[in-house]
Nanobody, 118 residues
Framework: QVQLVESGGGLVQPGGSLRLSCAAS????????MGWFRQAPGKQRELVAS???????NYADSVKGRFTISRDNTKNTVYLQMNSLKPEDTAVYYC????????????WGQGTQVTVSS
């Protein structure tokens, strides 16, 4: 089973930036899609951004133009660059990886806290 380890969360002021990293225990070139989700207190987990093995990206409307997802296959790592952060971005951010077909899986990381506050 693949393991995902997130890092890069923390406390930042409104308007600031953070970069989250998600390191996978397997080659991410074999993973069909990787994404970042977030869950704020009292709310459902929601998709923030995703990237396919071919590099196609998808973003939630609330983060378009502010967040950028990318992947580095040589490091088996996916990143989420978050700029112009807002208090409403405060949540636990989770990395997700999905592989279909043989040896399929749907894996989650343990989550990293992002707090945007002055």
């Amino acid at each position: 089973q693949v393991q995902l380890v997130e890092s890069g969360g923390g406390l930042v002021q409104p308007g600031g930036s953070l970069r989250l990293s998600c390191a996978a225990s397997v080659s991410i070139s074999s993973i069909n899609a990787m994404g970042w989700f977030r869950q704020a207190p009292g709310k459902q987990r929601e998709l923030v951004a995703s990237i396919s093995s071919g590099g196609r990206t998808n973003y939630a409307d609330s983060v378009k133009g502010r967040f950028t997802i990318s992947r580095d296959n040589t490091k088996n790592t996916v990143y989420l660059q978050m700029n112009s952060l807002k208090p409403e971005d405060t949540a636990v951010y989770y990395c997700n990886a999905v592989r279909v077909g043989s040896s399929a899986f749907n894996a989650w990381g343990q989550g990293t806290q992002v707090t945007v506050s002055s």
